[in-house]
Nanobody
């Protein structure tokens, strides 16, 4: 089993910044990829950004140039630096970790961007 602990969500004005963190613990000996998804009210969960164990990254078009994903393999932690936030970024953000063929999810952290 893998446990994920997220932190860093909150309320911010448009144009502001937030940094999300997600620390993994448990059976994490073979993490393939880590990342963040988000789900806004009435919408499907969508990929925001992901990073592989080798450091390759993938971003949703809507966040390219504004968000940066990074990871600390020694700490089994993934970060999402979110800059130039927009009201449409408002959502619950979920940490995601792929260990071998199993996906694990965090409990979610609310990000609210006011206009």
């Amino acid at each position: 089993q893998v446990q994920l602990v997220e932190s860093g969500g909150g309320l911010v004005q448009a144009g502001g910044s937030l940094r999300l963190s997600c620390a993994a613990s448990g059976s994490i000996f073979s993490i393939n990829a880590m990342g963040w998804y988000r789900q806004a009210p009435g919408k499907q969960r969508e990929l925001v950004a992901a990073i592989t164990s080798g450091g390759n990254t993938n971003y949703a078009d809507s966040v390219k140039g504004r968000f940066t994903i990074s990871r600390d393999n020694a700490k089994s932690t993934v970060y999402l630096q979110m800059n130039s936030l927009k009201p449409e970024d408002t959502a619950v953000y979920y940490c995601w970790v792929a260990v071998l063929t199993t996906d694990y999810w965090g409990q979610g952290t609310q990000v609210t961007v006011s206009s």
